[in-house]
């Protein structure tokens, strides 16, 4: 699980609890939920491939989400779009001209990152 990008990765990140979570994706690689995309050909950094666990257990999540929020709910009606669209449609939902993430410009390391990756006014 090599990171892409030098410094830290998202991977080598602790846990609420302290637990590693390089350590997790570890165990789900060992128990065949998860595997990293094209892993023999050096593999892509954040993409994984779902092993037979994987899919078992994606398929529940995706089920049990599906029925607490389409089945138990008079407001919502389901819908599966795909995500290749005319243009147009990206143009009338927002998503094309006016969407953007608010950025912010870092003066000490002359950096710039997306406001929801900041906390206070320390340099991520």
Not at 12 to 20: Q, Y
Not at 47 to 65: A, F, M, R, S, T
Not at 66 to 76: G, N, T
Request: aromatic share 8%; glycine share 10%; with cysteine.
């Amino acid at each position: 699980m090599n990171s892409p990008k030098k410094g830290i990765s998202h991977m080598e990140e602790k846990t609420a609890k302290g637990v590693d979570l390089k350590e997790i994706a570890n165990l789900c690689k060992r128990r065949g939920f998860i595997f990293q995309s094209s892993e023999i050909y050096g593999g892509i950094g954040s993409v994984w491939d779902y092993g037979p666990l994987g899919i078992e257990l994606k398929k529940q999540v995706k089920e049990e989400w599906w029925k607490s929020m389409i089945y138990r709910r008079d407001d919502i009606e389901g819908l599966d779009a795909a995500i290749l669209m005319n243009p147009n449609v990206w143009k009338a939902s927002g998503h094309v001209g006016s969407f953007a993430d608010m950025m912010v410009d870092c003066k000490s390391c002359k950096k710039r990152f997306r406001i929801d990756h900041v906390k206070g006014d320390k340099c991520p």
